[in-house]
């Protein structure tokens, strides 16, 4: 009988045997450190993770990021003695991460390295680097001072080499958009050539432009950043990827929509601090401010906001949270997405492909036994009838809507399918505000008051007669501030925005008329007894203390509508009500 020597088998045996060996070695001393041992060949491993530490480093320092949830990450070390290892996880922490130690074999953590491959994959297509360097975007941020400085950084760009080209050219217009304070940035193919363009301050403004090639390579990276499918190209898509800057995770929601010559892409930023707006700095008039303070201290009832997309809704929200947020107090919120992270406060976000929609989660809310509950917007008839029943059981109710003004509130409740009769019970205040862009401190000028406006003014210092905001314009103005245009505000004329509001209160006035199917303008003739400004009344009140322009407040509210005023006991005798029945504790 010939007896045959397998010499694979018995290397891989031997193999085997040494890495049993090497297991139970590190098994020992993750004991004799107090560091719990993994085996990252069991494991998955989030290549999210993984990118925090570049592949080089993590090779070198023989490490590797497996998981990460949040801003916890997990991280398998080799040895616990490896000093440049622990100058990465500091590095780490101190960007904000919390770290969690794990002892690993390196055969062990050459199978996480292993995954680098996946990324490496990505950048050898047309999207470049996966890896977006976050030391690189604040080193751009700290460069560009201006919208001019963008176009030059990325035209420095176009000429470097295109494998390169691709990550820079990213990281610029993430830089801009965020140096700029940029709520939005846009990508627009055309036949033959694309533009970016950055929206400041509610306003596009153009920045550069360049080739279709480049379009297509910029387009791919981004896709592949947000989790999008690269092969579709016929129909939209959603996704989004977070940014690290200064210890902060900033949100980028990418939204691609099919065109004549190809994808347009849109990136909304979440800047958390844009968005971190304290109440007093909203722009509110005082004595709306005060009747807001006096209404949110309520145990239960539902304040409602309404506007346009971009119009401040959610911000003005989140400040009242702000007011209300105590350690007494159970807080909950149903957002799309969650733009900015509060302290003591539970906050979801609505996943729709899983099933968790606003209305679905606002029944799950309720059964947290809560006090607050902010819902991010009403979109369909549940959803309103489960947030006005939860007001009504005990629980206070913060939400938004999309109506043109405060009184559309009401008549866009009805139409969802809301009882009249349950409405004015629910409903404290509904709101309605647009957001008007502030004069650049440097560079406005006063100017005479147009003649074309001299109707408007007129209109507007009249209808405030009995107001309390009367005196703010005892002498009629003659001289208004007018935009110019500077360095510090990208030739625009303005800097920063404000919002313009106004409210109507739910009180017996409005509760009687609402029984009738009023029409928006009906229910804002019945609210004018109330005399709290409109909209369009703040604006020219902002006018006139030189804060915005005619055509600023133009742009975002029709001055041409007719200011509501109070009717004479004899026209409406009904609906003149008891000054204790203004709600709020206001009295007129």
Not at 17 to 32: A, I, M, P, W, Y
Not at 578 to 584: D, L
Request: net charge negative; aromatic share 6%.
């Amino acid at each position: 009988m010939t007896i045959t020597f397998d010499e694979d088998k018995q290397d891989m045996r031997l193999r085997t045997l040494r890495l049993d060996e090497e297991e139970k070695s590190v098994q020992l001393l993750s004991e004799k450190y107090g560091i719990p041992y993994i085996d990252l060949s069991r494991v998955p491993i989030n290549t999210d993770g993984l990118r925090l530490i570049p592949e080089e480093e993590a090779r070198a320092h023989t490490m590797a990021v497996f998981d990460i949830i949040g801003k916890r990450i997990s991280i398998a070390i080799h040895s616990p003695n490896n000093a440049p290892a622990i100058e990465s996880i500091k590095s780490l922490q101190k960007k904000g991460y919390e770290t969690a130690l794990f002892m690993a074999s390196k055969h062990s953590i050459e199978k996480a390295w292993d995954r680098y491959k996946d990324l490496s994959f990505a950048a050898e297509t047309a999207a470049g680097s996966l890896d977006i360097s976050d030391g690189e975007i604040e080193e751009l941020i700290n460069k560009t001072k201006k919208l001019s400085d963008v176009s030059v950084l990325i035209n420095e760009a176009l000429s470097m080499k295109k494998s390169h080209r691709m990550s820079r050219l990213i990281a610029i217009i993430m830089a801009g958009g965020l140096a700029t304070d940029s709520s939005d940035i846009h990508i627009e193919p055309e036949s033959d050539l694309a533009r970016i363009r950055y929206r400041l301050d509610g306003v596009l403004v153009e920045t550069v432009t360049f080739d279709q090639e480049t379009y297509r390579l910029i387009l791919s990276r981004l896709k592949l950043l947000s989790g999008l499918k690269l092969n579709i190209k016929e129909s939209a898509q959603d996704g989004r990827f977070t940014v690290k800057i200064y210890m902060s995770d900033i949100e980028i929601r990418t939204s691609t929509v099919p065109g004549a010559y190809g994808e347009s892409v849109v990136m909304r930023i979440l800047n958390p601090k844009n968005i971190a707006v304290p109440m007093e700095e909203l722009g509110c008039p005082a004595r709306l401010y005060k009747i807001l303070m006096d209404e949110i201290a309520r145990p239960n009832g539902m304040i409602l906001n309404t506007g346009p997309t971009g119009s401040g809704k959610t911000t003005t929200l989140y400040s009242f949270l702000q007011k209300v947020q105590s350690p007494e107090m159970k807080i909950i919120t149903i957002e799309d997405p969650i733009e900015y992270h509060l302290r003591g406060v539970v906050q979801t976000q609505v996943e729709e492909k899983k099933g968790y929609t606003f209305e679905s989660g606002l029944r799950a809310a309720l059964r947290q036994d809560p006090d607050v509950i902010m819902v991010g917007e009403i979109r369909d008839g549940d959803t309103a009838n489960t947030a006005i029943q939860a007001s009504l059981t005990g629980h206070f109710v913060f939400s938004t809507l999309h109506t043109n003004n405060a009184a559309g509130t009401f008549t866009r409740l009805v139409d969802l399918g809301v009882d009249p009769k349950v409405l004015t019970s629910a409903i404290r205040v509904a709101m309605a505000q647009r957001l008007v862009r502030i004069l650049c401190p440097k560079c406005k000028k006063k100017i005479p008051i147009p003649p074309s406006r001299d109707a408007l003014v007129t209109e507007v210092i009249n209808s405030l007669k009995g107001y309390e905001e009367e005196k703010e314009v005892a002498v009629r103005p003659t001289e208004v501030w007018g935009a110019v245009g500077c360095e510090a505000c990208n030739n625009t004329g303005y800097k920063g925005r404000l919002g313009v509001f106004e409210a109507i209160l739910a009180d017996k006035v409005i509760e009687d008329i609402i029984r009738e199917n009023p029409s928006e303008r009906e229910i804002r003739q019945a609210a004018a007894i109330q005399k709290i400004i409109t909209m369009k009344q703040d604006g020219m009140l902002k006018i006139f203390k030189g804060i915005t322009t005619f055509e600023e407040l133009e742009r975002v509210v029709d001055v041409a509508e007719e200011i509501a005023t109070v009717k004479t006991p004899e026209v409406l005798p009904e609906l003149a009500p008891e000054p204790e029945m203004v709600a709020g504790g206001a009295t007129v």
